[in-house]
C-alpha cells in the first residue's frame, strides 16, 4: 500500500532518513518497521513561524511493499542521416530542443555564435578584470546560454507549458544533483554547470547531431514564404526546412535583421531597474527570525513585489549567497545581473528590483523602440560610470531620500562601482517607482530598507523587449514556415526551466507539423 503525506521537520534532521522514517510512521499511525520504503517528493522551508524554521516534506510511504524499480535514464537514437533541424543558439531552449528532436528522430544542427563553456571563461575573466567585452563571447553569449554562468536557478511557475520534471530529470542525467526534482526552489549553481552543459554536448554529438561554435547567424535563407536555412558568419549556408531560432533575449541584431527583412516583430513591454544587493546575514535574520542562521539552513531569499501607482514593482532573480555580474553584451552599456554558486557561500544577497516599462511608456510604432529605448539607458548607465564596465550605484536610503552616497559599502561586483546619483540615468517613473517601493518593502521584512543596502545600475535585460510572433498551434512564425520562435528571444519563457521546455515544444512542433 502506498501513501502519500507531508510531515515537518527540523532543519537538522532533514537529512537523516531513520528521523523521516520516524516522524512518517508516527504521522501515518503505523510501525516503522511496515514502512519497507519511502521517498521524498518534495521539500520546502517553512520560516513563517517565529517558534522555529521547520522542512515540509511531501513524503510518499510503501507500507508492506517494497521499493519500485528504478527507472532507467532515457536512451537516444542515432540521428546522424535523418532529417535536419537548425537550432540557432545553446542556451537551454536550443539544447534541449536538439534533444528532442533527436528523440523524434531528427538531426540537430547547433550553432552558437559565442564559445563553447570552457573557452569562455577567459572571457569572463576579462569582463570582471579589465573591463573588456568580447562582444560574441561574455555572459549571454556561449555555449549554455546566460544560464551557465549566471546562477542555475530551476524555479518556474510554467506547470501548463509542459513536463518541469522532464527536464529536471535530464539534468540530473549529465550530473546534477537529485536534489533539484525535490526542491522547492531547485538551484544548480554556476560552478556546476559548464560540467552538465558540455555532458549534454556530448550526449547531442553522440546521436550524431552537430554542434558549431563561432558560428554567428547573419542572414535567413527564404524563399516563397518558407524558410529554406540560414547563413552564418556571412559566407557559410546551412540548408534545412526547420529553424529554430532560439538566440535569446540580447541578440539585438537578431531582432535588426528580421526587421530589416521586413519579417513582422512587435515591440513588447519589459522592465528596468537596478540590482539591490544587502550583506547576506541581513536577509537571514529577517527570513529566520533569528541573529546567526542555523548551519542547517540555505542561505535566505526574499520576493518583494508592491504596486505604485497601478505599476508593479517587484524583485526579480534573487541570489542569496550570490554575486553581481556584469553582462553587457556591447560596447559601452552596462548591464548587471546576478549568481549564485551551488554552496551560495558568499556574504551577499543581491535581487534585480524593477519597474513595468510599458508600451505607452514609450511612444512610437517602431517594433524596436522598446530595445531602443532600454540601450540607451545602458549606455547613460556606462557614462555615469566613467568606462571599463564600472557601475553606477547609490546605497538605498540615500536614494530615496535624494542624496549623493559620500561612500558606497563593500559589495560583490568586480569590475567596480561608482557613487552617483541614479535619478541621471533611470526614467522618472521607474525612478519615482522605486523610492516608492523600497520603504515598503522595509515594511514587509525588517532590516530591507538600510543603507547598508547598495543599489547597482543597470537591471535592464529582465526580458526580451521585442517579441517574434509564432502561431499558438504550430508554434511557426505566421509569415515564414518553418521558422520557429522559441523561448526567452522570442518572448515566450523567462528562466532556464520554461526556455527548456518551449524549446522541447518547438522540437515536438515540428513533428506535428510535418505529419499534419
Known amino acids: 500500500m502506498q501513501k502519500e503525506i507531508e510531515i515537518t521537520i527540523a532543519p537538522e534532521q532533514v537529512g537523516n532518513p531513520e528521523a523521516i522514517l520516524v516522524q512518517l510512521a508516527k504521522a501515518l499511525n503505523v510501525k516503522a518497521n511496515t514502512i519497507k520504503h519511502h521517498q521524498v517528493l518534495k521539500r520546502s522551508i517553512d520560516a513563517r513561524s517565529r517558534r522555529g524554521v521547520v522542512y515540509r516534506l511531501q513524503v510518499r510511504a510503501y507500507i508492506n511493499e517494497d521499493a519500485p524499480a528504478q527507472e532507467k535514464p532515457a536512451s537516444y537514437p542515432k540521428v546522424k542521416d535523418t532529417k535536419r533541424v537548425i537550432i540557432v543558439g545553446a542556451g537551454p531552449a536550443g539544447l534541449f530542443a536538439a534533444l528532442q528532436c533527436i528523440e523524434n528522430g531528427l538531426k540537430p544542427i547547433v550553432v552558437e555564435r559565442g564559445k563553447d563553456v570552457k573557452q569562455r571563461r577567459r572571457d569572463l575573466a576579462a569582463i570582471n ?27 518556474t511557475r510554467s506547470n501548463k507549458r509542459g513536463d518541469i520534471n522532464k527536464v529536471l530529470q535530464i539534468f540530473v542525467a549529465h550530473g546534477a544533483e537529485e536534489d533539484i526534482l525535490i526542491d522547492a526552489r531547485p538551484h544548480i549553481g554556476t560552478n556546476k554547470l559548464p560540467q552538465i552543459i558540455t555532458a549534454i554536448r556530448e550526449t547531442i554529438l553522440q546521436a550524431g547531431g552537430e554542434v558549431l561554435f563561432d558560428a554567428k547567424l547573419t542572414d535567413l535563407i527564404l524563399a516563397n514564404g518558407r524558410v529554406k536555412g540560414i547563413v552564418v558568419n556571412r559566407d557559410q549556408e546551412l540548408l534545412a526546412d526547420s529553424v529554430i531560432l532560439a538566440t535569446g533575449h540580447s541578440a539585438r541584431d537578431i ?27 541581513i536577509i537571514d535574520s529577517a527570513q529566520y527570525h533569528c541573529e546567526v542562521r542555523s548551519e542547517f539552513l540555505p542561505p535566505a531569499y526574499y520576493s518583494m513585489v508592491e504596486q505604485v501607482k497601478a505599476r508593479g514593482v517587484f524583485s526579480f532573480c534573487m541570489c542569496p549567497g550570490g554575486i553581481i555580474a556584469p553582462c553587457a553584451t556591447g560596447l559601452d552599456e552596462i548591464v548587471v545581473n546576478g549568481w549564485s554558486p551551488s554552496k551560495r557561500n558568499n556574504p551577499f544577497a543581491n535581487s534585480g528590483t524593477v519597474v513595468q516599462v510599458t508600451l505607452d511608456d514609450v511612444q512610437g510604432y517602431d517594433p524596436l523602440r522598446m530595445l531602443n529605448f532600454q540601450s540607451e539607458i545602458e549606455r547613460l548607465a556606462f557614462e555615469a560610470g566613467g568606462g571599463n564596465l564600472v557601475a553606477p550605484a547609490q546605497r538605498m536610503v540615500d536614494f530615496v531620500e535624494n542624496r549623493l552616497s559620500i561612500s558606497l559599502p563593500k559589495n560583490s561586483y568586480l569590475p567596480g562601482t561608482k557613487s552617483v546619483m541614479l535619478d541621471n540615468i533611470l526614467p522618472d517613473f521607474v525612478a519615482s517607482s522605486l523610492k516608492a517601493a523600497l520603504p515598503l518593502f522595509g515594511k514587509k521584512m525588517r532590516g530591507y530598507y538600510t543603507n547598508e543596502a547598495i543599489l547597482v545600475g543597470i537591471e535592464s535585460r529582465t526580458s526580451s523587449p521585442v517579441r517574434i510572433p509564432r502561431d499558438k498551434e504550430n508554434y511557426q512564425h505566421p509569415q515564414v514556415k518553418g521558422l520557429y520562435p522559441c523561448a526567452e528571444g522570442a518572448g515566450y519563457a523567462g528562466g532556464i526551466v520554461s526556455a527548456a521546455i518551449d524549446g522541447i515544444n518547438c522540437a515536438n512542433a515540428i513533428v506535428n507539423n510535418s505529419s499534419s
Request: hydrophobic residues 30%; glycine residues 12%.
Open 129 to 155: 578584470k579589465q573591463g573588456l567585452v568580447n562582444t560574441e563571447s561574455n555572459y549571454c553569449y556561449g555555449e549554455g546560454g546566460a544560464g551557465t554562468y549566471s546562477d542555475g536557478k530551476l524555479y
Open 255 to 281: 531582432y535588426e535583421l528580421l526587421n530589416h527583412k521586413n519579417i513582422l516583430i512587435e515591440a513588447k513591454p519589459f522592465a528596468l531597474g537596478v540590482r539591490i544587493e544587502h550583506p547576506q546575514q
